[in-house]
């Protein structure tokens, strides 16, 4: 019987360490602004990035193309430097449940949309509306605004 490769450990302080099947520590803890990966003084959740990552595996399979990761993990810190703080100061990226992404050049973000929006509720994740530059993606409870919502 011929034996499987061993896969390597997750190395959450590895770029290329492999999260998931297609997503790397890059992916998910890569604070472009800052040219670092995050570590845990930042304060992500490394379940949650692999519970997340996990997720991203089905939809990048549904979507049948690369996807293109602008940002996954971003601490508050980070939020706040960057100007990006939310009207009710809580952001899913921060807690290490979101995504924004793109499979540019083999899919626009409208494409992207139409394909995901009929299986949200099948996959467990919200979208957001009203993004023209990215797709964002979280495993997110579902709040009033479903799960197409806008900020």
């Not at 803890?29 to 040219?35: G, P």
């Not at 992500?44 to 990761?69: A, T």
């Not at 939310?86 to 499979?103: E, K, N, R």
């Not at 023209?132 to 579902?142: G, K």
Request: a negative charge.
């Amino acid at each position: 019987i011929p034996q499987q490769p061993a896969t390597a450990p997750l190395d959450w302080t590895n770029p290329e360490s492999m999260v998931s099947k297609y997503f790397s520590v890059q992916n998910c803890l890569l604070l472009h602004n800052w040219n670092r990966l995050a570590n845990t003084s930042d304060g992500y959740d490394p379940n949650q990035l692999l519970n997340l990552c996990v997720k991203l595996d089905q939809i990048r399979e549904i979507l049948g193309f690369p996807m293109n990761v602008h940002c996954m993990y971003r601490s508050k810190q980070y939020n706040i430097e960057q100007g990006i703080l939310l009207p009710t100061g809580a952001d899913v990226h921060s807690m290490s449940i979101a995504v924004d992404f793109d499979c540019s050049p083999n899919l626009t973000i409208q494409q992207i949309k139409d394909i995901l929006e009929p299986q949200l509720d099948q996959l467990g994740i919200r979208m957001e509306f009203g993004t023209t530059t990215w797709c964002h993606v979280d495993i997110y409870r579902v709040g009033p605004s479903g799960r197409y919502f806008h900020v």
